[in-house]
């Protein structure tokens, strides 16, 4: 919300949570005008035209398409949904109300990452041939929705789906087929540790994710001449600038000034609506994502290579 609060075009007036007191104080130390005890309250106030919706992953997609059919834009965390199923209910109802509906994925708007793609598609690096990404934080508490499987939680849908959706960018395609290794907690019963292998036309993304490991975080792109490390690649800090490396023969370090990833999230997600453009990442997207998270837990149960089906 601090980040939203700092745009140029875009707006928050209003905050709710399912008990009143905990909205109000929400909305007294963010400095925002309306407080809501429900959801409810929130989707039928007609001063609002958009919501943004950070709810558990098991509450995206019913909540979400209560607020399209109050008629208001929804950017929806990731991932979108629970399941390729859910995902195309969201889309069908993106037709059926004509709003807009987007996924946030705040790293698609993070200079670091669009200079990426930049250096990528100019063949800079040669043939993009190969990603790597390890991310990870520790986190124990039974509490928290991250270890409840009911809420979605787990290291895949967590922040196994950053790896996922940067390299499909990146790569500029889908990948043919994935496979799995998971090891679940035997408290929880999430996955609290992933090594995936997606293959693409072109090469391979492979990618470690925990939710019980030292907490860090690196992605890695290597061409046929070439690589680009972002050093933080999901978590960039908005008070501090942000790098990646480019080595091709000579390493070069390239620095971003700072800036709030949803900052520019909000305001490009705000920009789509006033203009009747594209949303930064849009359902379509999410459904591929969502088909790839699928095709990985697939491959964990049944012990081998499947292809995503969106």
């Keep these: 919300i601090p980040g939203m609060q700092r745009g140029g075009i875009c707006e928050v007036t209003a905050i709710a949570s399912r008990d009143i007191d905990k909205a109000t104080h929400a909305a007294r130390a963010l400095g925002l005008a309306k407080a809501y005890g429900s959801y409810e309250e929130l989707i039928a106030d007609p001063d609002i035209d958009a919501i943004y919706n950070p709810l558990p992953n098991n509450l995206h997609v019913p909540w979400s398409i209560k607020a399209a059919e109050a008629g208001k834009h929804v950017l929806c965390e990731k991932p979108i949904a629970m399941s390729v199923a859910e995902t195309k209910e969201l889309i069908a109802a993106r037709r059926r109300t004509g709003v807009k509906m987007g996924e946030a994925f705040m790293v698609h708007v993070h200079p670091q990452w669009l200079r990426t793609l930049e250096i990528v598609r100019s063949g800079e690096i040669g043939e993009l041939r190969a990603m790597n990404c390890v991310f990870g934080y520790n986190n124990r508490d039974p509490r928290n929705i991250r270890n409840i499987p009911e809420t979605g939680g787990g290291a895949l849908m967590d922040i196994g789906c950053y790896p996922i959706h940067t390299s499909r960018w990146i790569f500029g395609a889908e990948p043919r087929r994935v496979c799995a290794s998971i090891e679940r907690d035997p408290e929880f019963g999430t996955d609290r540790l992933i090594s995936a292998l997606l293959e693409y036309p ?86 591929a994502n969502m088909a790839v998270i699928e095709a990985l837990f697939r491959s964990e149960r049944l012990g081998g290579w499947e292809a995503p089906e969106a």
């Design 202 to 287: 072109s090469g391979q993304a492979a990618f470690t994710c925990s939710t019980q490991l030292s907490p860090y975080q690196r992605m890695q792109f290597f061409g046929t001449s070439g690589r680009i490390e972002i050093e933080i690649p999901v978590n960039a800090p908005p008070d501090a600038e942000t790098r990646i490396f480019v080595q091709t023969g000579t390493l070069r370090t390239e620095t971003f000034p700072i800036c709030d990833q949803y900052t520019l999230q909000g305001d490009g997600f705000s920009r789509a609506i006033l203009d009747g453009t594209d949303v930064p990442v849009p359902l379509e997207d999410a459904l």
